[in-house]
């Protein structure tokens, strides 16, 4: 084994969190065994989760060697970038490591102006702040119909609605009105909005949601 692949908090599988516990294990192990550990921070990265980093919100026990990033760096233009350690960095030498979406003028000019942007207090500030008062909005939800919803997952602006049974008819519901969520892992509706959603945007799509 050269390397294990982890999303910190799984994006498509349903908006799970990694437990600390489980990552540390892994770190020490992939230590053990001479491998190196990778977490994909395509979905969870870049703002999401109310640092610039996911991997942030964690101890540095369990900190990556290799971190990788792509959607949201350039804000819609295709781009793909990695982040090493100095160990790892030391070991790539030119031309041993190539990407299709990597290095061109434009897209590397887009990223360096969207993380300019991403990473400053006001806009990390927004995603806890605007984060928490998702969550307590659905927790809310979820006392109302708990035979309906039955967990609440994820941080910052990356969170899941555990529901009972399948939710597609009330993504369909919630977009006759406005609102586009969409379905994750199994029965999970995910909410990935923008960064920069404000507070009445946030209650106008909760209400959305309560309707359907």
Same mark, same amino acid.
Request: hydrophobic fraction near 40%; charged fraction near 20%; include cysteine.
């Given at each position: 084994?050269?390397?294990?692949? !982890?999303?910190?908090?799984?994006? %498509?599988?349903?908006?799970?969190?990694?437990?600390?516990?489980?990552?540390?294990?892994?770190?020490?192990?992939?230590?053990?065994?001479?491998? #190196?550990? !990778?977490?994909? %921070?395509? &979905?969870?990265?870049?703002?999401?989760?109310?640092?610039?980093?996911?991997?942030?919100?964690?101890?540095?026990?369990?900190?990556?060697?290799?971190?990788?990033?792509?959607?949201?760096?350039?804000?819609?233009?295709?781009?793909?970038?990695?982040?090493?350690? =100095?160990?790892?960095?030391?070991?790539?030498?030119?031309? /041993?490591?190539?990407?299709?979406?990597?290095? =061109?003028?434009?897209?590397?000019?887009?990223?360096?102006?969207?993380?300019?942007?991403?990473?400053?207090?006001?806009?990390? /500030?927004?995603?806890?702040?605007?984060?928490?008062?998702?969550?307590?909005?659905?927790? %809310?939800?979820?006392?109302?119909?708990?035979?309906?919803?039955?967990?609440?997952?994820?941080?910052? #602006?990356?969170?899941?609605?555990?529901?009972?049974? /399948?939710?597609?008819?009330? *993504? &369909?519901?919630?977009?006759? +009105?406005?609102?586009?969520?969409?379905?994750?892992?199994? =029965?999970? *509706? +995910?909410?990935?909005?923008?960064?920069?959603?404000?507070?009445?945007?946030?209650?106008?799509?909760?209400?959305?949601? %309560?309707?359907?």
């Amino acid at each position: 084994t050269c390397a294990a692949i !982890i999303e910190p908090i799984q994006g %498509e599988g349903g908006v799970f969190e990694a437990r600390v516990e489980f990552l540390e294990a892994l770190k020490v192990r992939c230590q053990e065994v001479g491998a #190196l550990l !990778i977490y994909d %921070e395509i &979905q969870c990265g870049l703002g999401r989760t109310g640092k610039l980093w996911a991997h942030q919100n964690l101890p540095k026990s369990c900190h990556p060697d290799i971190l990788t990033m792509a959607k949201p760096m350039a804000n819609g233009i295709p781009i793909g970038g990695i982040m090493v350690t =100095n160990r790892v960095a030391d070991l790539i030498g030119i031309g /041993d490591h190539g990407t299709t979406f990597g290095g =061109n003028p434009l897209a590397s000019r887009a990223g360096i102006y969207v993380l300019s942007r991403i990473n400053t207090p006001e806009l990390l /500030d927004n995603v806890n702040t605007i984060g928490a008062y998702l969550r307590t909005s659905f927790e %809310e939800l979820s006392a109302k119909h708990p035979s309906l919803i039955t967990e609440i997952r994820g941080r910052g #602006l990356i969170l899941g609605i555990q529901f009972s049974r /399948d939710p597609t008819p009330l *993504v &369909q519901l919630a977009r006759e +009105r406005g609102l586009l969520v969409i379905t994750a892992g199994n =029965n999970t *509706v +995910r909410i990935i909005p923008p960064l920069i959603l404000t507070k009445d945007q946030a209650s106008h799509g909760v209400k959305i949601l %309560e309707e359907a």
